[in-house]
Nanobody, 123 residues
């Protein structure tokens, strides 16, 4: 299956912004639905944003709606997550997931996962 690599994590000040990237290893990555999930120690992994092929449909969790934007660049086999107005509660490991059909926010719908990138929001 597709191999996914996340990048862009790091330390961000509260109120700051960061952009995460998810690169798919397959040449037809543009045909995959992609979701962004996050998990902090002691918490369950939660879906926060997803995008279907060609960006036909986009979903956001209420916790990030209005602050985060998911997009994709098919020429680069990359899906982005632009995160604005970051808060300490956004601190988590952020994972990219992909599937050829499913495009929701339920982690059970995604068979392919990256290894995650740490985002820490702290002063």
């Amino acid at each position: 299956q597709v191999q996914l690599v996340e990048s862009g994590g790091g330390l961000v000040l509260p109120g700051g912004s960061a952009t995460l990237a998810c690169v798919g290893s397959v040449i037809d990555f543009k045909y995959y639905a992609v979701g962004w999930f996050r998990q902090a120690p002691g918490n369950e992994r939660e879906g926060i944003a997803s995008i279907l092929t060609d960006a036909d449909k986009i979903f956001y969790a209420d916790s990030v709606k209005g602050r985060f934007t998911i997009s994709r660049d098919d020429a680069k086999n990359t899906v982005y997550l632009q995160m604005n107005n970051l808060m300490p509660e956004d601190t988590a490991i952020y994972y990219c997931a992909a599937d050829r059909v499913y495009g929701g926010l339920n982690r059970a719908g995604y068979p392919n996962w990256g290894h995650g990138t740490q985002v820490t929001v702290s002063a």
